[in-house]
Every structure is written in C-alpha cells, then in structure tokens.
C-alpha cells in the first residue's frame, strides 16, 4: 500500500465535500448552456451518496442474487445465436438498422449478466471475454464492412497520405500534401503499418487499414482486462473489459481509423505496463515502456500529450506520496525517469516536425498563447465539447425528440463518471490508496480538465473530443472498484439495483450513441452521419472529374470534406435561405439533405437544415445525377 490512514476517512469526506459540490453546481445549468452541466452534478450527487450509503453499513449478510447454473450454461448460445442474428439483419439491410443496433445492445446486456450474476464457481471468464470479443468484432466490422468508403472526417487524408506513400515508396510523399497534413511526416507509424499490410497481404488500403488497425481494435479489450487484474479479480476485470468494449468512444475509435486510433493502443498498452512498474518493477517492462513511449510521438501527437499527462500525474502522487501527504506512504517504485524520457522524446519530435509553415512546437505553442489572450472568459463553449459537429447539430435542433437523443447520447457517459467517483472514492481510503490507484484518480481528473473542462475557457486546440477514450479507461478500472465496493459492502436491495442499471441501461445507450454509430445513426434527423453510400461516394468521384478545377461547388458539411479531403474538387459548405433555397450556382444535393441531418450555413451560423431537391436544384439544369447524387449549375 502506499498510504496509511492518519486517523480520519478521507474518503468520507471526500464523498461529503463531492456531494455538497454538487448541489451547488446544479444552477450552473443556468450559466453554461451545455448538456454536461446539465447531468454531470447529478452523477456527482449520486456517486458520493451511494458511497456515504455504502460505508455506514456492515458487510450485509445476504449477498447480491445470482442465476442457475443452467441458465449460465445456455446464456453463451443465446450470445452467439443473436450475434449471427446481427450478422443476417446487417447483411440483409446493408447498414446497420435500429433493431441491429439494440440487439447488439441485448447481447451487451447477456455478457454483463454472465460478469456480474453468476456464482464464483460458473464464472468461466475465458468464455465470456470470447463472448466479449465476438461481440466487439460483430459491432466494428458490420459497420465497416457495410460502408462504402471510411467512416469519418480526417480518415480520407490519412488513407490517401497512405496511398501517397504506397505508391511513391517514401515518405516524402507526404510533403506534397498540404501543410496541415505534413505533422504526419514524423509520426508515420500509422501509415507505415497500413502500407505495410497493404504490401504484404496485397490487398487496397482500405482493406489493409481493416486488417491491421480494424482487427487490432477488437482487441483492446483483453489490454482492458490485463490492466484491470491487477487491481482486483476475474469477474470485476471482465466487467471492466465489457464496459470499455461496449463504450461508445471504444467504438468510435475502432470505425473512424485514424492516428488516434492506434495511440489509443499505445496508451492502453503503456498504462498496463507502468501499472505493472508502480507495483513490482522489472527490466524487461522498463524496456518495454519505453518502446511503447518512444513510439507514441511517431504516431499522434494528441496519443502522446495523453500519455504526457498520465505520467506527470503519476510523478505528482509520487512527490505526495514521499512527503507524507496525505498519506503515510510505503516503499514505491520511481517513475520520475519515465516522464523524463516521455518528455524528452515529444519535445524533440515536435520540434522537428513540419506545420503550417514552420515547426509544430512553436507553432502550437503560439496559438496557445493566442487562444489564452484572445479568450473572453469563462464558459464559450455553448455545447457538447466531444464532437464539435454534432455541438453544430444540437444548435439547430429542437424539440423533445431532439432533447431525448441528446440525454440518450450522453447516459452512457454519465454511467461512467458516476461508477468511476464511486471508485475514486473507494481508493481514497487510506487502506486501500496505493501508488497506481491515486495516479488513475489523478489522471482522470486531469483529463477530464482537458476535454470538458478547459474548451469553456474557448481553447479547443487539445482537440477534447479525443481524450474521452483515454479517459474511458482509468475510469472503467476505478469503476468496477467501486460496483465492487458497492456489491459487498452496500444493502442487497441497493446494489443489486444499481447494477441491473449498469447492466441494462449501458450497453443499449452506449450502442446507439451517435459516436458509436458514425456510420449509421439509428436517430438520422437528430445525429450526424459520418459513413457514406456508393452513390454518394462515386458522386464525390465523378463531380471531380466534369467540373473544372477552379469552379468550387457547394454542399452540406460532412460531406464537403470528403471532396477536400480526397483531393477530388474544392468544395464548400453552402449557406441555406430562409425559404429553404440553396444560394450558391453549382450545388451537390444527395438524398440525405432531405432527411438526415445535413449541416448548412444559415444566418451565418452552422445548423442542421434539410433540403430537399426543390431547394437546391430550382431554377438550375442538372449536369449529374446517379439516383441520390446531384449536381446542379445555374445556366
């Protein structure tokens, strides 16, 4: 352990002074216009209640309810039956529908209900976490085998900086792409690994993306599961490992493959290796760290700013532990050289590394100033920081149906926070404090600071909407400490109430959240859709081919990107009338301007407008059109 008690709960008045904070942050929905003040209070509430609840009782002497052992033993084939349920429906419908999508939920609900209600001795935690895999490997590669190009927005620079490099057989390839692109050119790991799958299985870039980086993510759950043994035991570790699977930045990730991605399996891996230091340091893990540290900066640069900050709270538990405050600490193991080399490595990377005309450390460090002094003040940030896109899209919505998607996507992560304070405070307690618990409590308040709340201030530049993943994981492992606590140490009644919500209502949410779903939203007026048909890709292809090179057209946002990005034409968000009428001479309608959620300028604000083929090609000839693609000129 590295603490002691010094003769007062920190933890109880940890929870107490939590719960106090969120009273008082229940009016802050008043001053910030934002969904998390909205729910975030509440979960705080909540947490510090359940635990307060928790530690006035004794170990109650009736334990939570469990299932038959025969129930158990058909479970695994209703897993399996209704994942090739999901394969057949996908397949069929071609994307993934509504019913898919709670399915996959129902089946989430099935490996939960294995974790969390079976006996010790039917707990086979080998066959759930092939459950959990399956299940993993169903939800990724049935939407990205079910969507015609990539999902996402900066995935089409990154495949064609893959293709260029392909192709040209250097990396200097990468310097004939814009400047915003060329950072890449010392973080290439990325695209290395796609070429060189590509090489090897000769197989597209698309395919070899798939099957390197898109097979690679259905595993980072077992990392999950590894990290998350050495806390505690099998079946609280599984349950850790399904709650990060099943997550909707988990998901996120492994569709929009892209750097990030793949720093998301360095991080899980580094945190699972220094974890392993904090508690028995061994040569060969030191090794493998610093491998894992080295290669952070050559693949994103967010991937190791995320990792820059895990360490540094690792060293200031470190500093605090040594000095007795506030716990007594024991004998731990130095991570002060760690830091060091992690530190090192970044600053000489991003030194050298070509941005926007000059070297992305000076570069980023200017606009960071720029932002710092040309920030109004607090709370700028008017909506959800973990997708700039869909903040636009909650702009222009109203309504109760809007409103319900808009809590719908954001339960998943409330259910997160609320079990990660509830393991927080359990670690608090002196007894139970060590070395690697106070970094998790640490570090994900210090990246939760990151993602939510730094962008308040209008400095956005951290890119938050990428920390939520990072964030996921220490969180998940503090999370299932805390259900823990609470199964054994809570009234039955209590726990087992909490954990039926845990086991219903989270894989449903989370599976239908618009970020785990970018590729087809269940909700299509209220989330944006990031995947696209093939019509609307071969559109994008064709209207590059037969407008001239310096006639830009224009259309809704995303799918404007995907012209930039590809390299195909110059094209530009168009701006709506009040009428419903596209101004602008050449226009792309596609079939979902008219019922999704399209993004148009309108009265010089972003907003979801739908449009219908009226209102983009009235008054003008049709030069193309392939049955959901449409390009119209003014004659």
């Given at each position: 352990m590295a603490g002691q008690p010094r003769g007062w709960r920190i933890d109880r008045v940890a929870a107490v002074v939590g719960a106090v904070v969120g009273v008082l942050g229940l009016p802050l929905r008043v001053v910030v216009t934002?969904?998390?003040?909205?729910?975030?209070?509440?979960?705080?509430?909540?947490?510090?209640?359940?635990?307060?609840?928790?530690?006035?009782?004794?170990?109650?002497?009736?334990?939570?309810?469990?299932?038959?052992?025969?129930?158990?033993?058909?479970?695994?084939?209703?897993?399996?039956?209704?994942?090739?349920?999901?394969?057949?429906?996908?397949?069929?419908?071609?994307?993934?529908?509504?019913?898919?999508l709670l399915l996959s939920g129902g089946v989430g609900t099935l490996v939960l209900i294995q974790i969390l209600f079976a006996r010790r001795e039917d707990l086979r935690p080998v066959a759930v976490l092939v459950q959990l895999l399956a299940l993993a490997a169903v939800v990724r590669l049935?939407?990205?085998?079910?969507?015609?190009?990539?999902?996402?927005?900066?995935?089409?620079?990154?495949?064609?900086?893959?293709?260029?490099?392909?192709?040209?057989?250097?990396?200097?390839?990468?310097?004939?792409?814009?400047?915003?692109?060329?950072?890449?050119?010392?973080?290439?790991?990325?695209?290395?690994?796609?070429?060189?799958?590509?090489?090897?299985?000769?197989?597209?870039?698309?395919?070899?993306?798939?099957?390197?980086?898109?097979?690679?993510?259905?595993?980072?759950?077992?990392?999950?599961?590894?990290?998350?043994?050495?806390?505690?035991?099998?079946?609280?570790?599984?349950?850790?490992?399904?709650?990060?699977?099943?997550?909707?930045?988990?998901?996120?990730?492994?569709?929009?493959?892209?750097?990030?991605?793949?720093?998301?399996?360095?991080?899980?891996?580094?945190?699972?290796?220094?974890?392993?230091?904090?508690?028995?340091?061994?040569?060969?893990?030191?090794?493998?760290?610093?491998?894992?540290?080295?290669?952070?900066?050559?693949?994103?640069?967010?991937?190791?700013?995320?990792?820059?900050?895990?360490?540094?709270?690792?060293?200031?538990?470190?500093?605090?532990?040594?000095?007795?405050?506030?716990?007594?600490?024991?004998?731990?193991?130095?991570?002060?050289?760690?830091?060091?080399?992690?530190?090192?490595?970044?600053?000489?990377?991003?030194?050298?590394?070509?941005?926007?005309?000059?070297?992305?450390?000076?570069?980023?460090?200017?606009?960071?100033?720029?932002?710092?002094?040309?920030?109004?003040?607090?709370?700028?940030?008017?909506?959800?920081?973990?997708?700039?896109?869909?903040?636009?899209?909650?702009?222009?919505?109203?309504?109760?149906?809007?409103t319900l998607v808009a809590y719908i996507d954001v339960s998943g992560f409330v259910l997160v926070v609320c079990v990660g304070i509830l393991g927080s405070l359990y670690v608090l307690n002196g007894a139970r404090a060590s070395h690697a618990t106070l970094t998790f409590v640490l570090s994900s308040v210090a990246m939760g600071t990151f993602a939510l709340v730094i962008p308040l201030f209008g400095v956005d530049m951290f890119l938050p909407g990428r920390w939520f993943a990072f964030l996921y994981a220490p969180m998940a492992v503090l999370g299932v400490l805390g259900l823990a606590y609470l199964a054994t140490s809570a009234h039955p009644r209590v726990a087992t109430v909490c954990l039926l919500v845990v086991v219903v209502v989270f894989p449903a949410t989370m599976l239908v959240a618009g970020d785990a779903t970018r590729d087809a939203p269940p909700f299509s007026e209220h989330q944006l859709r990031f995947g696209y048909t093939e019509s609307e890709v071969a559109g994008v292809h064709t209207v590059g081919a037969i407008v001239s090179a310096d006639d830009p057209v224009w259309t809704d946002s995303p799918y404007a990107t995907v012209f930039r990005r590809t390299d195909s034409h110059l094209a530009v968000q168009a701006a709506v009338t009040e009428d419903g009428r596209v101004a602008e001479n050449r226009v792309v309608h596609r079939g979902y301007q008219t019922d999704g959620a399209p993004l148009f300028v309108r009265n010089g604000t972003v907003a979801v407008r739908r449009v219908g083929p009226r209102g983009a090609c009235a008054d003008r000839d049709v030069l193309y059109a392939n049955g959901d693609v449409t390009l119209c000129v003014e004659s």
């Open positions: 934002h969904l998390y003040a909205d729910v975030l209070p509440p979960a705080l509430i909540l947490a510090c209640l359940l635990y307060l609840l928790a530690t006035r009782r004794t170990r109650p002497d009736a334990g939570l309810p469990t299932l038959p052992t025969v129930v158990l033993r058909l479970l695994p084939a209703a897993v399996f039956l209704a994942l090739a349920a999901v394969v057949v429906l996908t397949t069929y419908y071609g994307r993934r529908t509504a019913p898919v049935a939407a990205l085998t079910t969507t015609a190009g990539v999902i996402g927005v900066d995935i089409w620079t990154h495949v064609e900086l893959a293709r260029a490099v392909h192709d040209a057989g250097t990396l200097d390839a990468m310097l004939e792409f814009p400047s915003r692109a060329q950072k890449y050119y010392t973080a290439p790991l990325y695209h290395l690994l796609v070429v060189t799958t590509s090489i090897l299985a000769r197989v597209p870039i698309r395919v070899a993306l798939y099957l390197s980086l898109g097979v690679a993510m259905v595993f980072v759950p077992l990392v999950i599961y590894t990290t998350a043994r050495l806390f505690i035991g099998p079946r609280w570790a599984l349950a850790a490992a399904a709650l990060y699977a099943i997550s909707d930045q988990a998901v996120r990730w492994s569709l929009v493959l892209i750097p990030n991605s793949l720093s998301l399996v360095g991080f899980l891996v580094g945190l699972y290796l220094l974890v392993r230091i904090m508690m028995s340091r061994t040569p060969r893990d030191v090794v493998l760290l610093s491998v894992v540290i080295g290669a952070n900066p050559l693949i994103h640069q967010v991937g190791a700013f995320v990792m820059f900050v895990f360490l540094a709270s690792a060293v200031a538990v470190q500093l605090l532990l040594a000095a007795d405050v506030p716990y007594r600490s024991d004998a731990m193991h130095d991570s002060t050289g760690v830091l060091l080399f992690q530190t090192g490595m970044m600053t000489f990377v991003w030194s050298i590394t070509p941005y926007r005309g000059g070297r992305f450390l000076g570069v980023v460090s200017a606009q960071f100033a720029g932002r710092l002094r040309g920030s109004l003040g607090l709370f700028t940030l008017q909506e959800r920081p973990t997708d700039a896109a869909a903040a636009e899209a909650a702009a222009g919505a109203s309504g109760l149906i809007d």
